[in-house]
């Protein structure tokens, strides 16, 4: 080896090193243990942001009108997060049940069930308002 050559032979060696080590803390750190535990997720407002997303455009107000609880069933399969089970029920004015299939789907087998209540009003010439309770759980 050439005397010259030295210091380079350095500067290579010790880039080499460096390289090593940030790989095996870029590794390591990727390694580390984690719970399967699902984040937690604030149902309630999981819930009330489903059923604002469906009365935005009107289309909660006009299922229920028209009494298509299997479109409302599929649509808040679709707006919830993928393992959200629900149960849905809808009243009128005077707090009477209008919805007379199950809007659900699945039953509840978790502790932490979350209840929302939501006020719909339909865009039909003549006015009607609905009251909405929806149950939530995450299904485990």
Sequence with gaps: MRRE????IRVIEA???VLIIFSAFTVSANLTVSQNRPPRIDLASVGTE???TLDSDGTLGYYIANGNWTALREALSLVLPIGTTFNLTVYDEYTQRISEAAVS???FNSQDIC???YVCASRNPVFSSYIVHLELAVAS
């Excluded at 050559?5 to 380079?8: C, E, F, S, T, V």
């Design 105 to 107: 789907n699945g039953g």
């Design 5 to 8: 050559n030295r210091g380079q």
């Design 50 to 52: 489903a059923l604002m």
């Design 115 to 117: 209840f929302v209540e």
């Design 15 to 17: 880039f080499l090193a």
